[in-house]
């Protein structure tokens, strides 16, 4: 019989702290860049640095592999090469104050405009009383009252004169001026206005009457000097505000010529300023008010009326270097498009343009915005938002319930704002499929795909970035360095991690536990470096926290709750091998596998199955067994079997095909009646020509196994039949590896069912002949042998069952 047992030095993956080529971590270099992830990087390179709309980034990957914190650094080194984009500010719309205008400028200007207009406002509220206190304005001012009333006077005077002269006397009233005849000097009554001739009256009514329209004339006249006067005052308010106002205003415009639309903006304020220059007046009458009520509304006013003159900086890259690099960790619709403030005045809600809010979009905008997928979708309307935004190449702030169409209320419009931004969303690689499939816009927007991979291959470059990584984490969480010893066994765990010998774990998120636990136990020790011994402590109080299930289960099985056998030899009973994962912790737990046999047509029955316990993938393996026994010992031949498979006391859901090989053995074990021994359990998926197929969580089914016969007692007899192609997952704890080496424990590789059958029963498998037979004596015959005895019982219960029917037939 071939020797099918591994070499010892295929037992772990060790990795000598000598060759590491350090004392400890302190010596190496910072990690540069992302490690490990070759495609991954290739693809953010192009994505970042290719122009064009949608050439966005989606980087897929697992929980773990520290996918945000390595975008964003890597991302931070590439923004570094682009230039600092322009400021972005909203300033009143003069012309409809319900649609602010967006401005740009250059970079840091945003804030030198703002202090700017602050500074031109607070020369004008500081001078411009002043000039219209001055005597020089209150003399201009009176000369032109004064022109007014003289004028006005004069012609009063005479029109008063003429009616005196024509017997009347003009005399204002509640209801207007009135022209009233004289008598002897003094107003003539109704009465004795009505007790006059006829023809008096009519006289006196024509004269009343030419005066009244001379008198429309006079009123018409004195109406026009009125309107002059107060033009001529408004002009001199103008001349004066403008002597104020104007020599800066043109600073600025100069200052900003280069800005079309910062000049009209200027010139709007001026021509504004102009038309209200009694606001300005009134804005100071300081505690003019009569109560402090009203002094209280005079400040609001104040202050509310001057903001329409401010510059809301919207976006400041004053102190920006390269391009921004936004990571938004909570995507709600108003943080990624902005938002419209409001603040209660008065006892109303009101808004302006001052109120408005940027979002990580315009933050982000001439750089980078990195969002988790799923935060984004978690987040009503976001995604909308978002791939709105990306589509039109703009950002419109504008409330989330006038986009839905609820809000009937007016408020802001603003211009929207031109965007130029690179998204990266990060997410699981379910998302981009789901998407991809059922967004029909995520493709047009998402055009690169970024994966980021769980594992890396063992070269001296990648196992020289890991060290830096170690590094680097050290001295930016500022815990102690490792010495080698240490980051050989941080090594080793990180093959475990990724369950292959070839291969390192790039789960970085949970290697950094792993480094800040150790710390601790190394603070603890009063150790100036994390040792070697500080990181087993760390991983076996790891599992210490979550094992408890295992070692209940481990203690059932000793107790003998659950039956399971690590000695002697049963006819069509088996130990299979599954994984139990609990979320953080994983470990193997065996399995009890029986078989029965008898003969029919119903072929294999698998208990699991039939009570709704077997996934998809575990029923298939079943009927790969199925398929197996026909192309190995019934060719040609009729179903002459019925079988029932079960997992014994399992009363939980079963999946995974890891089993069907263990399924086969305890069948074929029943069928040619020969005892299979039981120390050794078996894992291994099986296809329909008998090859044993590679499974996963090798390392927790093997150690599990062990424990359970180390608890009920090594013989040196037990051990587990794995894939040979699983030999290169083989990351065995050490106490495991030991018992291997001391022939304690054994692990045996094949690759066909044929050489599993001989390990586990001792007798020769028996290859098929050219007459399709088995040689005499071998495993393989007395199977066959067995399926041809049930054809023949049933062949003989058909003819029975024939002969009775015939013989009933006969009596009738």
């Not at 315009?362 to 979708?377: C, H």
Request: proline share 4%; net charge negative.
């Amino acid at each position: 019989m071939m020797n099918y047992e591994v070499h010892t030095d295929e037992l772990r993956r060790k990795f000598d702290p000598e060759d590491l080529g350090i004392e400890d971590t302190s010596e190496l270099e910072h990690l540069k860049g992302i490690i490990g992830q070759k495609r991954a990087v290739n693809a953010l390179q192009f994505g970042l640095k290719v122009k064009g709309i949608g050439f966005n980034i989606f980087v897929a990957g697992p929980p773990g592999v520290g996918k945000i914190a390595s975008v964003k650094s890597f991302v931070e080194d590439m923004a570094k090469e682009k230039t600092v984009p322009p400021d972005w500010c909203y300033v009143n719309n003069f012309e409809d104050s319900y649609n602010p205008r967006a401005i740009k400028l250059p970079a840091g200007k945003g804030c030198e405009f703002r202090e700017d207009m602050n500074a031109l406002f607070d020369h004008v509220q500081k001078d411009l009383p002043k000039v219209f206190e001055s005597d020089e304005y209150t003399a201009r001012r009176e000369e032109i009252v004064n022109e007014l009333t003289k004028r006005r006077d004069a012609i009063s005077e005479e029109i008063n004169q003429k009616a005196s002269e024509e017997g009347f006397v003009i005399q204002p009233t509640p209801i207007g001026i009135m022209i009233i005849p004289l008598k002897n000097g003094r107003p003539l009554s109704d009465e004795e206005f009505q007790s006059l001739p006829e023809s008096v009256r009519k006289e006196i009514q024509e004269k009343q009457s030419r005066l009244q329209n001379e008198l429309k004339g006079v009123m018409k006249n004195m109406r026009k000097l009125e309107h002059r006067a107060r033009e001529s005052v408004k002009e001199l308010d103008q001349k004066v505000a403008l002597h104020v106002v104007g020599e800066l205003m043109d600073d600025l415009i100069e200052k900003y010529d280069q800005s079309p639309e910062i000049k009209k903006f200027l010139h709007d304020v001026q021509d504004d300023i102009l038309r209200n220059i009694d606001m300005f007046k009134v804005l100071q009458q300081k505690g003019a008010a009569p109560s402090p009520f009203a002094n209280v509304q005079l400040q609001v006013m104040q202050e509310t009326t001057l903001r329409k003159y401010q510059v809301n900086v919207l976006i400041d890259n004053s102190k920006q270097k390269g391009g921004p690099v936004i990571l938004e960790l909570n995507p709600t619709y108003h943080n990624l498009v902005g938002r419209i403030e409001k603040e209660v005045i008065m006892g109303a809600l009101t808004t302006d343009f001052t109120q408005i809010k940027a979002g990580s979009l315009l933050r982000a905008n001439g750089g980078f915005l990195i969002i988790s997928i799923e935060d984004v979708l978690r987040n009503f309307q976001s995604w909308e938002a978002l791939k709105r935004a990306l589509y039109s190449c703009d950002v419109q702030i504008e409330e989330l319930g006038e986009r839905l169409g609820f809000m009937t209320t007016k408020t802001l419009r603003p211009q929207p704002i031109p965007i130029d931004v690179k998204v990266v969303l990060v997410g699981q690689p379910i998302f981009y499929r789901l998407l991809y499939f059922l967004d029909h816009e995520f493709a047009e927007l998402f055009k690169v795909k970024a994966d980021f991979d769980t594992r890396m291959d063992t070269t001296r470059e990648n196992m020289n970035n890991f060290m830096s990584f170690i590094s680097t984490f050290c001295s930016k969480e500022k815990i102690r360095h490792l010495d080698n010893a240490a980051t050989a066994d941080v090594m080793e765990y990180a093959s475990r991690l990724a369950e292959d010998k070839e291969k390192l774990s790039t789960k970085f998120g949970h290697l950094a536990d792993i480094l800040r636990e150790a710390n601790f136990w190394s603070m603890e020790d009063g150790e100036p470096l994390i040792r070697s011994r500080h990181i087993r402590k760390t991983l076996d109080e790891k599992i210490y926290r979550s094992n408890l299930i295992e070692e209940r289960i481990r203690e059932m099985i000793d107790r003998g709750l659950i039956l399971i056998d690590t000695a002697g030899e049963k006819v069509g009973q088996v130990n299979g091998l599954s994984v139990i994962n609990l979320g953080d912790y994983q470990f193997g737990k065996p399995n009890r596998i029986t078989a029965t046999v008898e003969p029919g047509h119903s072929g294999i029955i698998d208990i699991e199955r039939e009570v709704k316990l077997a996934g998809p993938i575990y029923s298939k393996g079943v009927l790969i067994v199925s398929g197996y026994l026909v192309n190995k010992y019934m060719q040609g031949k009729p179903t002459t079997l019925t079988a029932r498979l079960v997992f014994e006391q399992s009363y939980e859901g079963v999946e995974g095909d890891s089993a069907s090989a263990a399924e086969l053995y305890s069948l074929l074990s029943v069928l040619a009646e020969v005892p299979i021994k039981q120390g050794i359990a078996v894992t291994g998926s099986v296809n329909q020509v008998g090859q044993v197929q590679a499974v996963g969580g090798i390392n927790y089914k093997i150690e599990g196994y062990y424990d359970v016969c180390r608890v009920k007692g090594l013989t040196g007899n037990q051990g587990v039949i794995i894939p040979r192609s699983n030999v290169r997952n083989l990351i065995l704890r050490k106490d495991v590896a030991e018992a291997v080496i001391s022939k304690k424990f054994t692990i045996w590789t094949i690759d066909t069912i044929d050489e599993g059958i001989e390990l586990l029963t001792g007798m020769v498998a028996g290859e098929r002949q050219e007459d399709g037979t088995f040689p005499p004596n071998t495993f393989n015959e007395k199977v066959s042998k067995k399926l041809d005895s049930f054809e023949e019982t049933l062949r003989r219960s058909k003819v029975f069952s024939s002969d009775m029917l015939t013989h009933k037939h006969t009596s009738e």
